[in-house]
Each structure stands twice: as C-alpha cells, then as structure tokens.
C-alpha cells in the first residue's frame, strides 16, 4: 500500500464526537433539505415514475425473468439498514447481493446497460426519498459486505454514514462511478464523500445535481453515437456545450 495513501487515511480519521458535533451544527440546513427532497420526490413520483414505472416494468419482463424491481439491504444513515430499490439491470443470480457489476459483466441485460447509462435504473429510489432513507444528494449507499470491506481499509470510513445517503453524490460526478478496482479508488471515493459531509450545503447539492444530469445527457450521446468518447462533430458541440454550462 502507498505510504502516502496510507498517511492520508489515518488524517482523515478525526474524533466522533466532533464530527457529530459538526453535523448537529447545521441543523437548519438539513431540515431545510429533507423539505426539498420531500417536495422533489413527490413531484418525480407523481408526474414521472407514474408513467415511466410500467414502461420499463414492460421493457424488464419483455426481456428477461424475474421481478421488475430489485431490492437490496443497504446500510444507511447512522450504519441502519434499509432496502434500496432499482429497476432490476441483470438478470436473476446469486452473486447480486455480494459481487459488484463489473464492466462488460455479463449478467447485464441490454434493457439494463441503457437504464444504468441513463441512471433511470435508480428512479425508484425517489421512493426511498420520500419515505425518509435516502436524500437525492448525499453519499452512495453501499451493500453491507462493501461497507465491511472498506471500513477494514480506511480508517473513519463509516464517517460518511453519518448523513443519509443520496441517489447521487459528490464522488459520483467527480467520476468515481462503478466498481472499486483499488484501495486508491476507495479511498478517493471516500475523501469526496468526506468532503460533501463536513461541507454540505444547499448550492452545493444544486451544483452535483445539476452535474449529474449533465453528465447523464453526455453519455447518452456518446452511447447513441456508439462511442465511448465524443466522436462526430455535432456531438462534441453538443458535449461542449454542456461541459461549459457545468463549468
């Protein structure tokens, strides 16, 4: 292991009880969040998923069998564990809940690989929102056996658990989507969902929002151009365009 990543990692473990002091101290703003999230996940509910839920419902079960939803034990706020849902992406197999989607895994389905491009496959989770385990901006939910996993690796790492976890986060738009190859990539994961906690703030989550969709209309092109990387000319206008407008 770098010494340095190392060296890193023990700084970024501080004491519980200030760090908890820390998050008490901004009270306001969650309150404040939890009536944004309250008031967005009703909107999405209402006027999209009521709609989009039975056709990709149909789209799944057209293709594959199982159930339309996938629902996995997550650990939540405070270590709890709730059930996280999706749209389920692979088709049915034991490894669901232990084993990470890999790239080009195989057990992905082709209706799956557009709804993950799309992050359509975490719709369902406004519903987690709404009822209270999740926030739309806040760390990622891991399953429980990653959780185990990184802990053992990074000292404070449970720190992130100490706010709700989000449908997309910080470490999402600074690119650290998908499995975690390396002690490196958990550890830089960890040090942006670090970061969001001790500096949340309501420009800040408008700001990873409005980076997520961005980053969700730049793949969709490069995926119907069939391109990993911006290829014709009118799409890299296009994903010029909105990188400026993330800028």
């Keep these: ?8 990692a023990v700084v970024a473990s501080s004491s519980s009880q200030h ?3 820390h998050i008490d101290s901004k009270l306001a703003f969650y309150r404040g969040k939890r009536l944004f999230d309250i008031t967005t996940s009703l909107f999405v509910s209402v006027f999209i998923l009521s709609w989009l839920f039975p056709l990709i419902a149909f789209l799944i079960r057209l293709e594959s069998r199982g159930p339309v939803l996938f629902i996995q034990r997550r650990v939540g706020m405070g270590g709890r564990t709730f059930h996280c849902l999706k749209f389920r992406t692979m088709v049915v ?9 890999q790239i080009n895994d195989r057990r992905i389905t082709r209706v799956g690989h557009f709804l993950r491009i799309s992050n359509l496959d975490e719709f ?9 385990d999740m926030s739309i901006v806040g760390p990622r939910p891991h399953m429980h056996s990653d959780c185990s996993k990184f802990s053992s690796l990074v000292n404070g790492y449970k720190f992130r658990n100490m706010v709700k976890p989000g449908i997309t986060g910080l470490a999402q738009v600074k690119g650290y989507r998908g499995p975690t190859k390396d002690f490196a990539s958990i550890f830089h994961r960890y040090q942006f969902d670090a970061f969001y906690v001790r500096n949340a703030n309501f420009w800040l989550d408008m700001r990873i929002i409005r980076k997520t969709a961005g980053q969700t209309v730049i793949a969709l092109i490069n995926k119907l151009s069939g391109d990993s990387q911006p290829g014709p000319l009118t799409n890299r206008r296009w994903v010029m365009a909105i990188r400026s407008f993330l800028s």
């Design 124 to 132: 369902p989770q406004f519903l987690n929102v709404l009822i209270g």
């Design 1 to 8: 292991m770098d010494p340095m990543i190392q060296k890193l």
């Design 19 to 21: 760090l908890r002091q």
């Design 93 to 101: 197999n034991s490894d669901a809940n232990t084993r990470q989607a």
